[in-house]
């Protein structure tokens, strides 16, 4: 079955540790943090205080998704301040491999993204060296954006690929999933669902659309 992993960027960050218990008891897998720097995309969001006083809150793995420029000078802190898993861009740095071994280090698990335009033979030598591969489905730096529909293509290659190179990496999708495309993405080979608006929505409790995005999965 694949996690749902609800990304707290579209929460009320005025609630945001009731937000989170609310994911975690309508019964998320992960919780997904999007950290900005107003430099590799054009917003700032959360940095590391957010990271450690989630970590307080709630027992759920902590994604902590990096959209900032030479994550090498941070990886390792979001690690200290209570990530799980923390994925950088591959377009953000010169040094993937070494982000990577610093982020194994220091004893969190260790993901790349890459985006909607990146050429996915940018995790080819990598792979093996990941335990989680993130694409992009929307253009980074903004929540609720529509889904890109060449996305279910691009996944469909990247789990080709890492079913050849590593069968245990985990891949994520990340960028207007919904109950709609939620089935598809799993079918063509997505193990792990981001979803904002989706979850924090406001029309209906984080709960009920937790349900419908475990329904759809089920479909």
């Given at each position: 079955m694949a996690l749902i992993a609800p990304s707290i960027l579209s929460a009320d960050f005025a609630r945001l540790a009731e937000e989170v218990e609310a994911a975690e008891a309508a019964g998320a897998d992960w919780v997904h943090l999007d950290v900005m720097d107003g430099r590799f995309v054009p917003n700032i969001t959360?940095?590391?205080?957010?990271?450690?006083?989630?970590?307080?809150?709630?027992?759920?793995t902590l994604?902590?998704?990096?959209?900032?420029?030479?994550?090498?000078?941070y990886a390792e802190r979001f690690v200290a301040a209570g990530a799980n898993i923390v994925t950088f861009h591959a377009e953000a740095t010169p040094h993937a491999h070494r982000v990577l071994q610093m982020i194994r280090r220091a004893g969190a698990k260790a993901g790349m993204a890459v985006n909607p335009a990146t050429p996915l033979d940018r995790f080819e030598d990598l792979l093996e060296d990941l335990d989680l591969a993130l694409l992009m489905s929307v253009n980074p730096g903004f929540g609720g954006q529509a889904f890109i529909p060449r996305s279910f293509a691009r996944l469909e290659r990247l789990a080709a690929m890492r079913d050849?190179?590593?069968?245990?990496?985990?891949?994520?999708?990340?960028?207007?999933?919904?109950?709609?495309?939620?089935?598809?993405?799993?079918?063509?080979?997505?193990?792990?669902?981001?979803?904002g608006s989706a979850i924090f929505n406001r029309k209906s409790s984080v709960a009920e659309n937790i349900s419908a995005l475990r329904n759809a999965i089920a479909s």
């Open positions: 959360m940095g590391l205080v957010v990271v450690k006083s989630l970590r307080a809150v709630t027992r759920l994604d902590v998704h990096l959209m900032i420029v030479e994550p090498e000078r050849r190179l590593n069968p245990e990496a985990k891949i994520e999708i990340d960028g207007g999933v919904s109950v709609e495309n939620a089935a598809k993405l799993v079918r063509l080979g997505a193990d792990v669902l981001v979803a």
